[in-house]
């Protein structure tokens, strides 16, 4: 069967610590722990286990990310008959990446990771669904740190990876000052204090009466942002130079890491329900990390009439029928002008 390894013993196990290198940031007081060697990792929650069926939850379980099915009876012969087959790569810096591509995912869970690398020359794993714009900002970053690097892109699989390291996931608190240090948006004076980020190239959780609520916001001297047609560091300085954020629901918000204290979040949102509430409070939490004035504005919701072919692909049906998460929003324009 898989052996979960908790964090007390992988400190105190002369063996299980072996399999870790850690690597520090001590201007930051943050240290990273870095499995190394050969071990196996599937490539959607990235949870990687040892040649001798070792796993490290304490470290490598993300938001979302349910493992209980790795240590079942099932799971262990299905994969015990496969090892042996599977694609294998050498050499490799597992960064991963979401795949759906989630910006939320990419920008906090993962990216952190990359700036414990100490080698001057790479080969970064990422799901192939990464968008083009993170494949350019991982480049543009390395880039800056003088690191050569070439990707390697993972399908859904089981991979085995050999004398490979894979970075532990680290917690949201400190994933932020990770790329808070490194990634120093510019002040622009130009850029616009006030801002709507418009989801309208979304499958869902877009503003189904969004004329009404872009000419309510432009009357008040609010600018129009779609994510879509700018880069990621461009994003980045949009958000750092806002004082007013009105937003619906969606991983774009994770920007707002970028924000200065005191700025003013206002996330349009559907009410979700009980066992929904790691959604809302997602982006109350970064208000609440990054010091901000986090408002919600909560919406009606729409059914979706056809879910794109990625959504269908890693959500159950039943989800994305029942879920308000994955619904359109109807704001009402009332409860806008009584903010605006």
Same mark, same amino acid.
């Given at each position: 069967?898989?052996?979960?390894?908790?964090?007390?013993?992988?400190?105190?196990?002369?063996?299980?610590?072996?399999?870790?290198?850690?690597?520090?940031?001590?201007?930051?007081?943050?240290?990273?722990?870095?499995?190394?060697? *050969?071990?196996?990792?599937?490539?959607?929650?990235?949870?990687?286990?040892?040649?001798?069926?070792?796993?490290?939850?304490?470290?490598?379980?993300?938001?979302?990310?349910?493992?209980?099915?790795?240590?079942?009876?099932?799971?262990?012969?299905?994969?015990?008959?496969?090892?042996?087959?599977?694609?294998?790569?050498?050499?490799?810096?597992?960064?991963?990446?979401?795949?759906?591509?989630?910006?939320?995912? =990419?920008?906090?869970?993962?990216?952190?990771?990359?700036?414990?690398?100490?080698?001057?020359?790479?080969?970064?794993?990422?799901?192939?669904?990464?968008?083009?714009?993170?494949?350019?900002?991982?480049?543009?970053?390395?880039?800056?740190?003088?690191?050569?690097?070439?990707?390697?892109?993972?399908?859904?699989?089981?991979?085995?990876?050999?004398?490979?390291?894979?970075?532990?996931?680290?917690?949201?608190?400190?994933?932020? +000052?990770?790329?808070?240090?490194?990634?120093?948006?510019?002040?622009?004076?130009?850029?616009?204090?006030?801002?709507?980020?418009?989801?309208?190239?979304? $499958?869902?959780?877009?503003?189904?009466?969004?004329?009404?609520?872009?000419?309510?916001?432009?009357?008040?001297?609010?600018?129009?942002?779609?994510?879509?047609?700018?880069?990621?560091?461009?994003?980045?300085?949009?958000?750092? $130079?806002?004082?007013?954020?009105?937003?619906?629901?969606?991983?774009?918000?994770?920007?707002?890491?970028?924000?200065?204290?005191?700025?003013?979040?206002?996330?349009?949102?559907?009410?979700?329900?009980?066992?929904?509430?790691?959604? =809302? *409070?997602?982006?109350?939490?970064?208000?609440?990390? =990054?010091?901000?004035?986090?408002?919600?504005?909560?919406?009606?919701?729409? *059914?979706?009439?056809?879910?794109?072919?990625?959504?269908?692909?890693?959500?159950?049906?039943?989800?994305?029928?029942?879920?308000?998460?994955? +619904?359109?929003?109807?704001?009402?324009?009332?409860?806008?002008?009584?903010?605006?």
């Amino acid at each position: 069967m898989i052996i979960d390894i908790n964090l007390d013993k992988i400190k105190s196990n002369k063996y299980i610590s072996e399999l870790f290198i850690n690597a520090k940031f001590n201007k930051l007081n943050l240290s990273c722990n870095i499995l190394q060697g *050969d071990f196996f990792s599937d490539s959607f929650h990235y949870f990687p286990i040892t040649k001798k069926n070792e796993t490290f939850s304490s470290l490598y379980l993300r938001t979302f990310s349910n493992v209980g099915h790795f240590y079942n009876q099932k799971f262990f012969e299905k994969f015990s008959n496969n090892k042996n087959n599977l694609k294998s790569f050498d050499d490799v810096f597992v960064l991963g990446s979401n795949a759906g591509n989630n910006y939320y995912s =990419n920008l906090l869970e993962f990216l952190p990771r990359i700036f414990f690398n100490n080698k001057k020359n790479i080969k970064i794993a990422i799901h192939r669904n990464s968008s083009n714009k993170y494949r350019k900002f991982i480049e543009a970053i390395l880039k800056s740190l003088n690191v050569e690097f070439s990707f390697v892109f993972l399908d859904d699989d089981f991979y085995y990876f050999n004398k490979s390291e894979f970075p532990q996931f680290m917690n949201l608190n400190d994933s932020i +000052k990770i790329l808070k240090e490194f990634l120093n948006p510019k002040t622009n004076l130009n850029s616009s204090k006030k801002i709507y980020v418009t989801r309208q190239d979304s $499958n869902y959780r877009k503003i189904i009466n969004e004329s009404d609520v872009v000419t309510l916001l432009r009357e008040k001297g609010y600018k129009v942002i779609n994510p879509q047609l700018y880069e990621i560091d461009e994003q980045i300085e949009i958000f750092s $130079n806002a004082e007013k954020i009105i937003a619906p629901y969606g991983s774009n918000l994770a920007n707002i890491s970028f924000c200065n204290t005191g700025t003013e979040i206002f996330e349009i949102t559907p009410s979700f329900q009980e066992n929904e509430k790691i959604f =809302n *409070d997602r982006y109350v939490n970064l208000s609440l990390i =990054n010091k901000l004035k986090h408002h919600q504005i909560i919406s009606d919701t729409v *059914d979706v009439e056809n879910h794109s072919e990625l959504a269908k692909k890693y959500i159950h049906p039943n989800v994305l029928g029942q879920s308000n998460y994955y +619904k359109n929003l109807l704001v009402k324009i009332k409860d806008l002008k009584e903010i605006v």
